[in-house]
């Protein structure tokens, strides 16, 4: 009885013991960056100037929390590989290197990646390259091969520090089809959020039982497109909707901040987003007493209070060497200067130099642009490469879509609409102007002019009522009820500033249907290559439109002009 007793107690000692093992005692720091946008270094490569921000600063922070012991979970939620010349010219140029964007990431010792719009933007060849050059998890538990339940990335993934057991499950926006052209992500196709979180938590409950549970998001908090398959912006709907989720790491919507929602079981789910270009980071502090129950808290640190690390830009300085020398390239030069500013008040060289190139390259009956710079300049002589990147912000494709006359008509009125005023007296205004009179009261990168057509602008007339079509540029006639090839750029192709669809009136869904062309570069890296092979840039007024009656809209605009740029 006592052999029983004795081998009974030690039995039990050892229960106890094993449980003293397993319970937690633990601080993790999860630590995330977010729509990084290319901000890999501390300087601008156009201007040579220093710049905020950048993951040579995250890397000093990184450092010095694990020089102090800090138990470090390093993860980014999307929307790298566009935003800067760094990652640009490994997109398009340095195709054969190891993408830049990855080697920086793998230096910071990221541990899992989600992919944004602006990584999936780019095309697959470009994309699978990131993936495949990242040593970090690559996550994406709604993004499935086409036609399939395969997934093109793996779900989540299981990270362990300290004895704990943290869950990591990837979602990506689903809105990306609204924007990006299927011939960018052939392969794909995007869940909507909440159900694939749904699945995925579910397995992970009955089969991983982690401690914690983390979600990293490349969509906003709320709002944004909704249709009846998706939402752009589900986080919240999805920590309110699906419970187990501790904290979310988020982002696409660039708003930096930390919140707490309450899902359907009544917890706590904390919310925390970094931002944009590496200014700030989330920082999420999970801490296990004794007991093994955690507490965790949000919080966001300013990376301008931390130098550049000096080794991670010295172990970078080849890829930075490579991208100086490309942004300094020089591609050709231009027989004139051509100035963003004219295309406020008529024709000018500088916009219609981008119809000219648009309908070069698609053979499109008629061009759409619009100034993407507001004070800017091509200059005269020597072009570079950092020249064009500067003219052409955003790396968007063109399309090519049919319009009929009637609708080409109705987008310009619109456009027009929120360019000028009506105006009763050659003493008005021939820009439409805030209240204060000193600024445009509408962006004016949704003032497009058209070419391919000869038409007027009548600034007498009322909204709806100012644009005369007389015929097309090669002479023939111009028809309400014919069908035309209208170039644009992909932005507005698919809704933006809502010219083509509360303008010409056509619809979302309609769009799809009326593609008839994609590029699969974007406007950028044609116009770098349209003056590379020419040599020479010869940016002229094609003069195929003008403002009407001439008596009062010329005086009136360079009364405008002196308003706005002091001329």
């Not at 924007?179 to 938590?201: H, S, T, V, Y």
């Not at 800017?376 to 570079?384: A, K, N, T």
Request: contains cysteine; charged residues 20%.
């Amino acid at each position: 009885m006592k052999q029983y007793k004795l081998l009974y107690l030690l039995g039990a000692l050892m229960v106890m013991l094993a449980s003293c093992q397993n319970t937690k005692e633990a601080h993790i720091k999860i630590v995330c960056t977010g729509d990084v946008h290319g901000h890999l270094f501390p300087n601008d490569f156009l201007t040579g100037n220093q710049a905020s921000g950048s993951l040579a600063r995250v890397s000093s922070y990184l450092k010095e929390l694990r020089r102090h012991g800090e138990n470090v979970i390093y993860i980014d939620n999307g929307d790298m590989l566009q935003g800067t010349p760094a990652t640009y010219c490994y997109n398009t140029f340095a195709v054969g290197h190891t993408h830049v964007a990855a080697e920086a990431l793998n230096y910071l010792q990221c541990d899992a990646v989600v992919l944004g719009n602006n990584d999936i933007e780019p095309g697959g060849p470009t994309y699978q390259r990131y993936v495949d050059d990242l040593q970090g998890m690559v996550l994406g538990a709604n993004i499935r091969f086409k036609g399939t339940e395969q997934l093109f990335l793996p779900p989540y993934t299981i990270v362990e520090r300290e004895g704990v057991k943290i869950a990591l499950i990837g979602l990506t926006t689903p809105a990306i089809p609204h924007w990006i052209p299927k011939c960018q992500w052939p392969e794909l196709e995007f869940d909507d959020m909440e159900q694939a979180a749904q699945r995925f938590m579910s397995y992970l409950r009955e089969n991983v039982h982690p401690d914690i549970v983390v979600g990293l998001f490349h969509s906003g908090y709320e709002g944004g497109i909704v249709t009846e398959n998706y939402a752009e912006n589900a986080t919240r709907a999805v920590a309110e909707q699906v419970p187990g989720f501790d904290a979310i790491f988020y982002g696409h919507d660039h708003q930096a901040q930390t919140r707490k929602v309450i899902n359907i079981e009544g917890d706590t789910v904390l919310l925390l987003n970094p931002g944009k270009e590496a200014n700030r980071v989330a920082t999420l502090d999970i801490v296990f007493n004794k007991k093994g129950e955690a507490t965790l808290s949000a919080s966001l640190v300013d990376m301008d209070n931390y130098t550049p690390d000096e080794e991670y830009m010295m172990t970078l300085s080849p890829h930075i060497e490579r991208i100086n020398k490309y942004v300094n390239r020089t591609i050709g030069t231009s027989t004139q200067a051509a100035a963003t500013r004219d295309a406020l008040f008529g024709p000018s060289a500088f916009v219609d130099f981008i119809h000219k190139m648009q309908l070069d390259i698609s053979g499109a009956d008629i061009s759409f642009a619009a100034p993407l710079q507001y004070d800017d300049i091509l200059p005269e002589g020597e072009v570079q490469v950092k020249d064009i990147y500067r003219l052409f912000p955003y790396e968007n494709l063109l399309y090519v879509l049919w319009l009929t006359g009637r609708e080409i008509k109705d987008y310009l009125e619109m456009s027009y609409s929120h360019w000028i005023a009506q105006m009763t007296s050659p003493n008005d205004h021939l820009l439409l102007l805030d209240a204060s009179e000193t600024k445009l009261l509408h962006p004016f990168y949704h003032f497009d002019s058209a070419a391919g057509i000869i038409y007027e602008v009548d600034v007498t007339k009322p909204v709806g009522h100012r644009v005369n079509i007389k015929r097309m540029a090669n002479g023939t006639a111009f028809n309400m009820d014919a069908r035309y090839m209208v170039a644009m750029n992909s932005y507005r192709a698919n809704g933006g500033g809502g010219l083509i669809t509360e303008g010409a009136g056509i619809t979302h869904e309609q769009l799809q249907e009326r593609i008839e062309y994609t590029t699969t570069a974007d406007l950028r890296f044609y116009v770098i290559n349209y003056i590379d092979i020419k040599k020479s840039a010869d940016p002229q007024i094609l003069q195929q439109w003008k403002f009407v009656p001439e008596r009062w809209t010329q005086p009136a605009g360079k009364r405008d002009r002196k308003i706005l740029f002091e001329e």
